[in-house]
């Protein structure tokens, strides 16, 4: 069973330039997570999708912040414009939440740095 | 509120050495769940376990187990006859009811380096 994939791995961008990460979750995983990962710190969640559904987004900086996930599957997180303090690791989960499966699993995540 | 704190920020041991990894946790929540996830220099997060807090059985899994003792918040981790594979950063995580076990709070993780 492929894991959870996210592309690209790397991104290196100038302050104010837009970003935008990509995840395909686990196949039939019907839950789907972003975190972001500061240097040195556990990851700490900034959106929740239950199937095309965003359920929590309430760390998400909507100002500049914004997701989707289409159809339930994979999503896009996107930064427009970039800070020099989004600089880390972003990084997509996925869960089966509907059949009782509480345990997420991680994709390798994106070192996004803001120069 | 839910808290993890992994007092250890970085643990060093040379192999073959066992090394325990401390988790003490809190909250609210009457049932929750108890995590524990690898993460080694390749970045990507791997799940280890999964502990109802309903069940205080230790667990072993190979080399790893884990003692879960409700009374003093604390669910730990020990990794017997280390090896150089298990360098990586161990997050403990918690996830409670209230939140329908949505939400994961992790501790900021306990750096384990292993060398020959």
């Known amino acids: 069973e492929a894991g959870v994939v996210q592309s690209p791995r790397y991104k290196i961008i100038e302050k104010k330039q837009p970003v935008a990460f990509w995840c395909n979750p686990i196949s039939g995983h019907n839950t789907l997570y972003w975190y972001r990962q500061n240097l040195g710190q556990g990851p700490e969640l900034l959106i929740r999708y239950e199937n095309e559904e965003a359920v929590d987004d309430s760390q998400l900086p909507k100002d500049r912040f914004s997701a989707e996930r289409l159809k339930g599957v994979d999503s896009t997180l996107k930064i427009q414009p970039a800070e020099l303090g989004d600089s880390a690791v972003y990084l997509c989960?996925?869960?089966?939440?509907?059949?009782?499966?509480?345990?997420?699993?991680f994709g390798p995540g994106t070192r996004l740095t803001v120069t | 509120a839910q808290k993890v704190t992994q007092a250890q920020t970085e643990i060093s041991v040379v192999e073959k050495e066992d090394v325990t990894l401390d988790c003490v946790y809190e909250t609210r929540d009457t049932t929750y769940y108890l995590f524990w996830y690898k993460q080694p220099p390749s970045g990507e997060l791997v799940f280890l376990i999964r502990r109802n807090s309903f069940d205080e059985q230790n667990e072993i899994s190979g080399r790893y187990s884990w003692n879960f003792q409700k009374s003093t918040s604390s669910f730990n981790f020990t990794i017997t006859a280390s090896q150089v594979v298990d360098s990586a950063v161990y997050f403990c995580?918690?996830?409670?009811?209230?939140?329908?076990?949505?939400?994961?709070?992790f501790g900021k993780g306990t750096m384990l380096l292993v060398s020959p």
């Open positions: 995580a918690l996830s409670g009811m209230n939140s329908g076990y949505s939400t994961l709070t």
């Open positions: 989960a996925s869960s089966a939440r509907d059949r009782g499966s509480y345990e997420q699993y």
